[in-house]
């Protein structure tokens, strides 16, 4: 059975800098593709950052320049460093588990909540 487990999630200023952590259960990581998406409330989820398998990224425009997603195949963890965060970064991120050979979740994580404010 999948499972994902966020955290790393908090308050924190305009500005600021946090950095989330997925755990996968399994050799997730190494065999499938990873994202990072968020939901605000009243808002769709939206996608925020993917990393393939191989280790290639891709990133929201909104993101791009301040967060950086990356991974560690032997802790099977998905990392998401968020650096100069705006109160419109303020929603619940949740991980993803996408296929082998595309991006499309098939898992969630139960998420975690990220605020942005003063």
């Known amino acids: 059975q999948v499972q994902l487990v966020e955290s790393g999630g908090g308050l924190v200023q305009p500005g600021g800098s946090l950095r989330l952590s997925c755990v996968a259960s399994?050799?997730?990581?190494?065999?499938?593709?990873m994202a990072w998406y968020r939901q605000a409330p009243g808002k769709q989820r939206e996608l925020v950052a993917t990393?393939?398998?191989?280790?290639?990224?891709n990133y929201a425009d909104s993101v791009k320049g301040r967060f950086s997603i990356s991974k560690d195949n032997a802790k099977n963890t998905v990392y998401l460093q968020m650096n100069s965060l705006r109160p419109e970064d303020t929603a619940v991120y949740y991980c993803s588990r996408g296929g082998m050979y595309d991006l499309a979740p098939r898992y969630w994580g139960q998420g975690t909540q990220v605020t942005v404010s003063s």
């Open positions: 990393i393939t398998k191989s280790g290639s990224t």
């Open positions: 399994g050799s997730i990581v190494s065999s499938y593709a």
